[in-house]
């Protein structure tokens, strides 16, 4: 399976252009305020009397527009396009993690310093942790040592090369801990996101332990009948 890369800091790069697009009408609509209004005043003042010519009053008012400009922009523009991003963000984040709480499957995301940010529901039954206790914890809580050092050596790995046995290579089996110390198998992928500029991990798992034991129950069955086949075979040729 080809490598899954969410970014879900296109939601932000989306919203700030969108902003950026809405304040910049509002800021050029603001300029020509600014134009219209110091021309109007430079107009008056010279109905009074004072000594402005009419297009001195134009550039005038003209050049006061184009200096307001870059002060309209740090002012308002680039504060609420920045505030605009950082709320559709979060919106994104609080959407991806509704969904996450309502699939069956467990759903983990961690940063390179191995913590565990995120955790859904079906996680914390699974390894059998009450809700909200895995936050903050080392993914390490959730492997075997064995498994918890191939799981360091690979993000080392990856780190330095982009490279790793797990890391985007699909769906693979590996063995995890419950709390009570319980080796079990699972089903699991692991796939990088970038968000912000800041790398994460998601991992989406299952527990596989049913599916093993109706897999090892099957093989049973296929040895026991092939056995009971063979001793048939081997009977009806010594009976002729």
């Known amino acids: ?26 800021v050029w609509r603001s300029v020509l305020v600014v134009f219209a209004t110091e021309f109007a005043v430079m107009l008056m003042l010279r109905s009074l009397g004072m000594a402005f010519g009419l297009w001195t ?12 400009l870059p002060l309209l922009y740090a002012v308002i523009l680039k504060p609420v396009a920045a505030l605009s991003a950082k709320q559709a963000a979060a919106s994104a984040e609080v959407r991806f993690e509704a969904i996450a709480r309502s699939v069956q499957d467990g759903v983990i995301v961690f ?13 914390e ?15 390490e ?16 790995r990856y780190q330095a090369t982009g ?17 009570n110390g319980e080796r079990f198998p699972v089903e699991l992928s692991v796939n990088p996101v ?7 991990f ?7 332990t049913e599916r093993r034991r109706a897999e090892e129950a099957l093989r049973q069955a296929e040895e026991k009948y092939r056995g009971i086949f063979e001793e048939a075979i081997v009977g009806i040729f010594q009976t002729t």
Not at 142 to 155: H, N, Q, S, T, Y
Not at 202 to 208: A, G, M, N
Request: charged letters at 25%; hydrophobic letters at 45%.
């Open 57 to 68: 009053a134009l550039l005038d008012s003209l050049l006061l527009s184009v200096m307001a």
């Open 194 to 200: 970038v968000a912000g500029g800041d790398t994460h």
């Open 141 to 156: 809580v959730l492997m075997p040592e064995d498994v918890a050092k191939d799981f360091r050596e690979g993000l080392k």
């Open 111 to 123: 940063a390179w310093d191995q913590e565990i940010q995120f955790a859904n529901p079906a996680v």
């Open 1 to 26: 399976m080809n490598k899954v890369i969410w970014h879900p800091s296109t939601h932000e790069a989306a919203a700030q252009l969108a902003i950026i697009g809405s304040a910049g009408e509002i």
């Open 202 to 208: 998601v991992v989406v798992l299952r527990d596989i």
């Open 163 to 179: 490279e790793a046995p797990v890391i985007g290579k699909g769906s693979v089996e590996e063995e995890g801990r419950r709390k």
């Open 125 to 139: 039954q699974i390894f059998g942790y009450a809700p909200g206790t895995l936050r903050g914890a080392d993914m």
